[in-house]
């Protein structure tokens, strides 16, 4: 499974976008890149997935250059609620991402 | 989104008493569910894949025989820490994957503590 790379924390204030880069140099030609975001004493949570290029959902959205070897996950004018960490993965769909293997992920604190 | 329950949500136990966690599967059948444990301000790690009717498969450097895993159904898979000791008080996670969909979804966790 590819490794992955992110920035250990970062911080925010209520209302930037905030970008998190993920780094991803060993990813293969199957693998899909995905996000989880993790709140203290819960699991994680399916933010979004995507194979290249752009992909946008309600909360957030994934840019992926032409060589897929980084990420980055931009979530629209946060608010304190998006303090939490968040992990990228990246895995072979056709394998049904089969094993998920986690990274450090990134301690984003968004302050007033 | 699918749903993953876990039961208990935090247990308390003495040390040398066995501890089971449950992880179910509401909404849909999970054919392999994953186990994975988290220390405070970690990330999670991967311990056990568990396979409807089959034996589970461990990663490296966790015991077999001290956290035993069934998987009796479709939508059951359990985690017992046997022997319980204080370093084995942490956060377990289970997920589920949806074969419909190739996602995986967690449940909400539970908080163990090992007296």
């Known amino acids: 499974l590819a490794k992955t790379t992110q920035p250990i924390s970062m911080d925010s204030y209520e209302g930037q976008e905030v970008n998190i880069t993920c780094s991803h140099n060993n990813i293969a030609t199957n693998d899909y890149i995905t996000w989880y975001q993790q709140f203290p004493s819960q699991g994680p949570r399916f933010i979004i997935q995507g194979y290249k290029t752009k992909v946008t959902n309600e909360v957030a959205s994934l840019f992926i250059p032409a060589d897929r070897k980084s990420s980055t996950l931009s979530l629209p004018r946060v608010s304190l609620s998006d303090t939490a960490v968040y992990y990228c993965l990246v895995g072979d769909n056709d394998t049904g991402f089969q094993k998920l293997v986690f990274g450090t992920g990134t301690r984003l604190l968004v302050s007033p | 989104g699918a749903v993953v329950s876990q039961h208990p949500s935090r247990v308390i136990c003495k040390s040398g008493t066995s501890v089971k966690i449950e992880c179910r599967s509401l909404d849909f059948q999970a054919t392999t569910m994953f186990w994975y444990r988290q220390f405070p301000k970690q990330s999670l790690m991967l311990m056990a894949t568990?396979?409807?009717?089959?034996?589970?498969?461990?990663e490296q450097g966790v015991e077999k025989d001290k956290f035993l895993i069934n998987h009796a159904s479709l939508t059951l898979s359990t985690l017992t820490v046997t022997s319980a000791h204080p370093e084995d008080s942490s956060f377990y996670i289970c997920?589920?994957?949806?074969?419909?969909?190739?996602?995986?979804?967690f449940g909400p966790g539970t908080r163990l503590t090992v007296l």
């Open positions: 568990s396979n409807e009717g089959s034996k589970a498969t461990y």
């Open positions: 997920s589920a994957k949806d074969g419909t969909y190739n996602e995986q979804f």
